[in-house]
């Protein structure tokens, strides 16, 4: 049975997997399917200008696979006829969902008034969820902040005219664009926003574990909770919250080898996804490390990860890694 739908796609849980550039491609939703089991997750934004000049890297950030489904593709931009163009490429690639993004505040993408320069535009961005939602079969929804800053709140009356336009799902980060990730998302946002529309309204900033995910549900109202930072490295957070929304029992958390092995195999995946091994070890660079984030001395091996050119280099120090940990741990356990 679903917990809720997007107009005809049916989603099994409350939570979601938030679009995350250069974090939630294939390898990473992947993993974080099997582990996490979030209801939907979506692919990190799709630039509407790189589809409109055939970009060839941004093409691969297209690729699907069944087992990850329902998914829903991210695309960004600032003028309709571009993101009609790549919604409709976007729809033939196969994604179940559309989703348009209005809460990317970083200047290189508000220059070219795409992201959340449209919360400046009501006009411009409903002009833009309508073409798409005529151009393509599937459910089109759309992600947005609170507002430009906070003179004002444009959220709710924006979120009004999507629906209005045919959006299926809102999604609101709880800050405004000129706050780019200070601060704590504030969550009355949320719960000022579920008047405003019908369809599903997903609440998003901030959450990090099953109580928090149980907290944002009850106290604004939103149909389901989207996680972003707190997934990176760490498909169990997923898992965890979703077994707390769904009722079921708790399980133990992953042990240091479940954790090297899943890091290993993130970059296994990453590799065949790349093509190219130093490509996919630099990519996973930054992100290999955290999955031992909080064991003593990961500090000190995360200097080493981040300077591998492959993956022999990262699996032989992480194994290490594992080794003397496990060996400590042997040695307390005995005294
Ligand atoms: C590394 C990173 C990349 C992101 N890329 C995107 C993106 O491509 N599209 C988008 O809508 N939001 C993007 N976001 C914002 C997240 O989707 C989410 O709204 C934000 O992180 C707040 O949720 P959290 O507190 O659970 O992390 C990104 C966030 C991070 C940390």
Not at 93 to 121: E, F, Q, R
């Amino acid at each position: 049975m679903s917990a809720f739908n997007i107009g005809p796609v049916p989603i099994e849980n409350r939570l979601i997997l938030a679009p995350m550039e250069d974090v939630s491609n294939l390898p990473m939703r992947t993993i974080a399917k099997r582990i996490g089991g979030p209801g939907l997750m979506f692919t990190e934004f799709v630039s509407a200008m790189a589809i409109h000049y055939n970009a060839k890297k941004t093409y691969k950030k297209l690729a699907i696979a069944d087992a990850e489904r329902p998914l829903g593709i991210q695309i960004f931009g600032g003028d309709a006829e571009t993101m009609v163009e790549t919604a409709k490429v976007c729809a033939d690639a196969g994604c179940d969902v559309l989703d348009i993004n209005m809460g990317c505040w970083v200047p290189k993408v508000v220059k070219t008034g795409s992201g959340a320069a449209l919360l400046k535009d009501a006009d411009l961005a409903t002009e833009i969820v309508s073409k798409v939602v005529r151009a393509v079969p599937i459910p089109v929804t759309v992600k947005v902040r609170a507002g430009w800053d906070y003179s004002l709140f444009a959220a709710p009356n924006l979120a009004r005219r999507f629906q209005d336009a045919g959006a299926q799902m809102i999604t609101l980060h709880a800050r405004f664009a000129k706050q780019g990730f200070d601060g704590q998302a504030d969550w009355d946002l949320i719960r000022a926003m579920r008047e405003s529309v019908t369809v599903p309204l997903v609440g998003n900033g901030d959450v990090k574990t099953p109580d928090d995910a149980e907290r944002m549900l009850r106290e604004t109202g939103c149909d389901a909770v989207m996680v972003g930072r707190a997934a990176i490295s760490n498909p169990w957070a997923l898992r965890d919250i979703r077994l707390r929304l769904s009722g079921e029992p708790p399980l133990p958390p992953p042990t240091l080898t479940d954790r090297i092995a899943t890091a290993l195999e993130h970059l296994r995946l990453m590799i065949e996804y790349e093509g190219d091994e130093l490509k996919a070890v630099r990519h996973l660079r930054g992100q290999i490390p955290m999955y031992i984030k909080g064991e003593p001395g990961a500090a000190e091996v995360r200097g080493h990860l981040t300077r591998c050119s492959s993956y022999g280099e990262m699996a032989s120090i992480l194994n290490d890694f594992a080794g003397r940990s496990n060996k400590v741990r042997e040695t307390l356990a005995s005294r």
